[in-house]
């Protein structure tokens, strides 16, 4: 029976929980924002440095749970070096697989590791712990300079 | 004790409680009788299915609790059988249920032994009874440089309305500190008190720590300065006895729906004196005695604090909740969820990574907790796998979170039919969590 809660906790999920990738504060960064889910609690600082269209570089800091860890961390790897379009388009996608809105039509390669979240779908509880990094990326990219809230 | 109570306490621990017989004959009248959990949780309907292919172990209670049939089956026959809107009404089923509403307010009344049955007001709920107090109390009463006392252990429905109120007014909230085992810090309060200070509101049992505060004794400082004393009493209602004339508390606000009773019913009582003193809270139908567009002229105690259609039904359910606490005793109750926080907590602190949060010395039955490296959310949905329903977050005490700097706890709040199993299995689910986590 536990067996099905690794659809949710998948390995990957457990490692990135883990040890975070670019985990860090960014001195310099072109943009900064702080994630907040009233929710749980969860909070992070997204930093963001975008040159021309592209970001250079994404790192973030914060508590959360093991979704919402795994999700910032898994994020920041894949749009690293991608534009500002690209990285809408991904948050686009992971929105529709997270939420299972539209999702059929989404190639999960498309999405390379940030597939292993797929399974929060099936927990509506959950479903904004993997998107609030992504929320905070995507008022990063706005340069919304307030507080994000996945309320 | 019935034997199966006497077994079942014995399988987990408890002889050194228990006498070589059961009860002896001096105690007889004064012992009350345990509670026999089978018989209690074939009374709530809900408890018996599967959650993910596991028996549900519903550990939730802080939250809200479940109904026993008698509630479901009073709220059944009062629709079917009774219902009509209450009062003026000339056709019997308008005096029927009018009848029914106000017996249920008597039952309120002896359950909280309130002196008169017009001090006990039909909110919503808690958060209403507080809301109520603040606009009505608070704002006729309460002004500029004033203050209103509280503790760092509030729910939020017992700072937030105080905070609109002094942005309102001017008044200034001021906030008692905790210690580290989430007890109220006495020294503290009492110096806080001041002469400025014009209310007093006070969790009776703290939701997120557990804490049951010393309301006596915070209640004979405060008046002492003549200041009243508001007690939030959503979380100990259900598990202790409460006398509001024994305690001299001004008002008493509580929630059906964590008393077994339904959601969106609740109550707040008052001091008949302070309430005929205060000003409506709301207008509209029912809280009025005559209106001309020139002049209104409100209505006695309690309906001038009712305008509008109450919640005629769960109001009468709440009552059949009253009865069924009744029939068990609260004194039953407090025993058994007593022994099984004990055994909880004992527990619960042999497994490794674990850390309590909230240790008073006087707590009731609310187990919350925190594990190394593991969120309280994850903890929360792999329990649930497990069939296991407890509470992951803040529990809308987020000032508490941050004095023990947590994001959020785990918590299990136990009620009259949780069992020593259901401690078991909530015991080796964490087990089972840690496991998972690696």
Known sequence: ?151 | MNNDAFAQQQAHGYPEALPDFAPPPVHRGLVKPGLDPAKIRADFPILDQSIHGKPLVYLDNAASTHKPKAVIDCLRKVYEEDYSNVHRGVHTLSQRCTELFEAAREKVQRFLNAKHSHEIIFVRGTTEAINLVAQSYGRSKIGAGDEILITAMEHHSNIVPWQMLCEQTGAVLKVAPIDLRGELRMDEFERALSDRTKLVSVVHMSNALGTINPVEDIIALAHARGVPVLLDGAQAAPHMAVDVQALDCDFYALSGHKLYGPSGIGVLYGKEKLLNAMPPYQGGGDMIRRVTFEKTEYNALPYKFEAGTPNIADAIALGAALDYLDSVSLAAVADHEARLLEYATERALSIPGLSLVGTAAHKGAILAFTLDRIHPHDIGTILDHLGIAVRAGHHCAMPVMDFFGVPATARASFGLYNTFEEVDALIDGIRQVIKVFG
């Open chain 1, 1 to 151: 029976m536990l067996d099905r809660i690794r659809d949710l906790y998948q390995e990957v999920v457990f490692d990135h929980n883990r040890n975070p990738r670019n985990f860090r504060v960014m001195p310099g960064a072109s943009r900064k924002i702080e994630g907040f889910n009233p929710l749980c609690g969860d909070r992070i600082t997204l930093y963001v440095r975008i040159n021309d269209g592209l970001i250079e570089d994404v790192s973030f800091q914060g508590s959360g749970c093991a979704i919402s860890t795994a999700s910032a961390s898994l994020m920041t790897e894949i749009v690293k070096g991608k534009t500002e379009q690209e990285a809408e388009r991904l948050f686009e996608l992971f929105h529709r697989i997270t939420t299972g809105k539209n999702s059929e039509a989404v190639n999960l390669e498309d999405l390379g590791k940030l597939a292993v979240l797929a399974g929060v779908r099936a927990y509506p509880a959950r479903v904004k712990c993997a998107t609030l990094a992504w929320h905070s990326l995507q008022a990063a990219l706005k340069n919304e300079a307030e507080t994000v809230s996945t309320e």
